[in-house]
């Protein structure tokens, strides 16, 4: 499987003849918390083992190869859009926001990137949209997992601070715990509003 991803990656190597970055995001659908972002450019010669796309593995496999992907890729980028950015832009063009600060925070210009989606124009550079990337790319599986460790560290860290959200547990995603907390409390500065209105 992780070969599979490599040769996905390495055919974009091939023909664009440089250094090609998977980007993904994080937290799109959310009512809460920012939107994260992640573009890495791996080592062609340090195969990561376990690369797959970031929900089909379990939290404990995501933090270790959290710490594998930042320590053996030749550069990555994390970043984010805030709340207050998705409020006012939307979150599609919120996210590609935070792809392209990603993407900019990388210590080698790539010629080309793999975009996780079916939508990338905006891109600072070069690219191409991938749908079921995080799926298919070794970089954008790579990128899947930096954005999802990101930003479920983040939704921990502001959980503490709104306990009666119980952000620890739904990451901000509309459960319905979530959901029934909005309509007894409201909502706090880290709800996307927009998101927010048709339950408050």
Known sequence: MVGELYRFDENFIELKSGFVAGVDEAGRGPLAGDVFAAAVILDRDCMIEGLDDSKKLSFKKREELFEKIINN???????????????????????????NRAIKLLKVNPDFALIDGNYSKGIVCDNIAVI?????????AAASILAKVSRDRYMLEIADKYPIYNFSKHKGYGTK???????KYGVCKLHREKFCRKFI
């Open 177 to 183: 715990e979530h959901i029934e907390a909005i309509k």
């Open 73 to 99: 890729s030749l550069a990555y980028g994390i970043a984010t859009a805030s709340v207050a950015e998705i409020d006012r832009l939307n979150i599609l063009e919120a996210t590609v926001l935070a792809m």
């Open 132 to 140: 079921g990337g995080d799926r298919k790319s070794a970089s954008i």
